[in-house]
């Protein structure tokens, strides 16, 4: 975005009652959520924006710190970047692959893999899973990342009874629906999910790149094939800055 | 402490018995939400008991999501319960009329840009703000920032006749229809006066559910900020791909 249109957009109102770094904390707050500035936009710098409004530099900088608080903006080295990201491709409305959803973000998907290994599971935590006889499965730890960036980290455990040979086919850094799908001619029909909002546990954070503590959304999956049989069961959690919108129509 | 009974008589092994005590307090609400417990040094020292039974009991409860441990502060119960709902009733709470509901603030003001630009109004347009507390059994459930445009609802009163929730404000005593509501999912920290209102601790996670309501012209007739204590509320859904 040009920086002098950015000026424009930011304006503070000296009549208002309110202190200047809460009107220009807000303003640029409500330009994030209505996507006027972008995930990954760089912000001017607070010396900048003082200067272009007239005011003290003191503001500024508590607005960005507010900001920075509250997850909107981050500071990276190329200064302060727009840290919000918005999946508006509708999480709890369609059966969306994480891969596609990253796409549809304009963002360029891939895949880490940080453990790919053969497990079993004792009776009571292969049921607590939902599993009714299987109890060897291939675990897989994934991150993925839009630019290169972690977004999610999803952890699946695929029982080797519906997947014989996996380990040695999923090179663990593909799409695993498209995968699946190629490999066993099975889909996921249907995707129950439930999500909570988790402080991120310390092992988790770091591989997303965040804080011990930051807020994540959290969500245990369980997926059926066209056979109503539990493929995949996984955990995932997100970054601070994934957000994901629904649409509810009571009178339909 | 007094709650605890150990019989060294029986076969019953320690570790149990004292799991079985605790469990028991919490089932019958003698010991509630956020009761701190002896730490297992003082459980050793009263009834001579190894720290290894007194750590597998806490585990066993800690398991059955009964107890919690905060790392350099103790361990407490945490028998709360969760609100659960499946995605399109994440409202349920409103129709709910066991539940008990506390409005904390009430105003109409018309200098909040970030709000006005929310409810897609101008500047210098009012709106009415409600912060309320939604309790259910004593617990916090939900805290929500309500802004209704002053337009669509004209002499809004602080006891406005809500006893059937917000919705049956804005559909029946207001008759507006609610074409959709537009939800944003995101996690947040709670900050102090927060975790204060819900009953939690500052700094631990938060559901925040923002929903723009829209009426049949698409106007957009209110904006609910939900701040949902994230330990205690989940939400569910089950998604079909598409034939």
Do not use: W
């Amino acid at each position: 975005m040009q920086s002098h249109k950015i000026f424009e957009l930011i304006s503070i109102d000296r009549r208002e009652k309110r202190p200047y770094d809460v009107q220009i904390k807000d303003r640029i707050k409500a330009l994030i959520i209505d996507q006027t500035f972008y995930y990954q936009d760089i912000l001017p710098d607070p010396l900048e924006l003082s200067a272009a409004l007239n005011i003290d530099q003191e503001y500024a900088s508590q607005a960005y710190k507010n900001l920075m608080k509250e997850n909107f903006i981050k500071k990276t080295e190329q200064g302060y970047e727009v840290a919000y990201l918005e999946l508006t491709n509708y999480f709890f409305d369609r059966n969306v692959a994480i891969y596609d959803a990253i796409i549809a973000l304009g963002l360029t998907p891939s895949i880490e893999c940080v453990s790919k290994k053969i497990v079993t599971l004792s009776d009571d935590i292969a049921k607590g899973f939902g599993f009714h006889t299987a109890r060897t499965f291939l675990y897989i730890n994934r991150i993925y990342k839009g630019n290169q960036r972690p977004l999610i980290i999803l952890e699946n455990y695929l029982p080797m009874s519906i997947f014989p040979d996996i380990d040695q086919a999923l090179t663990g850094i593909e799409p695993l629906n498209a995968f699946i799908f190629e490999h066993y001619g099975l889909y996921a029909k249907e995707s129950h999910r439930i999500t909570k909002a988790v402080n991120l546990p310390d092992h988790i954070a770091k591989y997303l790149n965040e804080p011990a503590g930051s807020p994540s959304i959290s969500s245990t999956n369980h997926v059926y094939d066209q056979y109503k049989r539990l493929i995949d069961y996984g955990q995932s959690h997100s970054t601070s800055s994934y957000y994901f919108q629904s649409i509810i129509s009571p009178n339909k | 402490m007094d709650y605890i009974f150990i019989d060294k008589t029986i076969k019953t092994s320690i570790y149990k018995q004292i799991a079985s005590s605790i469990s028991k307090m919490i089932d019958t609400g003698k010991l509630t939400y956020n009761d701190k417990l002896p730490t297992e040094k003082e459980i050793c020292e009263v009834f001579g008991v190894s720290q290894t039974a007194v750590k597998m009991a806490y585990q066993q409860l800690i398991d059955q999501h009964k107890i919690k441990r905060i790392k350099g502060k103790g361990t407490f119960v945490t028998n709360r319960e969760t609100y659960h709902q499946e995605f399109p009733n994440i409202y349920a709470f409103e129709a709910d009329q066991e539940n008990e509901c506390q409005d904390i603030l009430f105003d109409c003001i018309n200098d909040e840009y970030m709000t006005q630009r929310m409810l897609k109004m101008d500047k210098n347009e009012s709106f009415y703000v409600i912060h309320r507390l939604i309790k259910s059994k004593k617990n916090p459930l939900v805290y929500q920032h309500v802004y209704l445009p002053e337009k669509f609802y004209p002499k809004l009163k602080k006891n406005y006749p809500y006893k059937d929730g917000l919705f049956s404000l804005i559909q029946e005593t207001y008759h507006h229809r609610i074409h959709h509501i537009q939800n944003t999912f995101s996690p947040a920290l709670a900050s102090s006066a927060e975790a204060q209102l819900l009953n939690i601790l500052s700094g631990e996670a938060i559901y925040l559910i923002r929903s723009q309501i829209f009426d049949d012209n698409q106007h957009i007739i209110g904006y609910i900020v939900n701040y949902f204590p994230g330990e205690f509320s989940s939400f569910e859904v089950t998604v079909h791909a598409k034939p």
